[in-house]
């Protein structure tokens, strides 16, 4: 099965940028769906991007604009661009790769925003 490892979190002031990535041990043209979600401290984990293999991108409403979802076939690594980075962005970033029949999750990262 294909690991996920999402790498790129850390400490960074409020309006700030930071990119995760999330490299797949093995393809990932073949999911149907890539996707980060992030779970804050006491929190529920809730859906940040997707992108299908056709491209099409989808946003939570609290990300648009700030975030882009994108990926690298080429080495099987999918990205998040965060930009005008808000304290309420803290949380556990996780990449997700979604097929008819597998569904993975990588080990998550944690990007901290101050004030």
């Known amino acids: 099965q294909v690991q996920l490892v999402e790498s790129g979190g850390g400490l960074v002031q409020a309006g700030g940028s930071l990119r995760l990535s999330c490299a797949a041990s093995?393809?990932?043209?073949?999911?149907?769906?890539m996707g980060w979600y992030r779970q804050a401290p006491g929190k529920q984990r809730e859906f940040v991007a997707t992108?299908?293999?056709?491209?099409?991108?989808n946003y939570a409403d609290s990300v648009k604009g700030r975030f882009t979802i994108s990926t690298e076939y080429a080495k099987n690594t999918a990205y998040l661009q965060m930009n005008s980075l808000k304290p309420e962005d803290t949380a556990v970033y996780y990449c997700?790769?979604?097929?008819?029949?597998?569904?993975?999750w990588g080990q998550g990262t944690l990007v901290t925003v101050s004030s």
């Open positions: 992108i299908t293999n056709g491209g099409t991108t």
């Open positions: 093995g393809t990932i043209f073949t999911f149907n769906h």
């Open positions: 997700n790769a979604r097929s008819s029949f597998s569904d993975v």
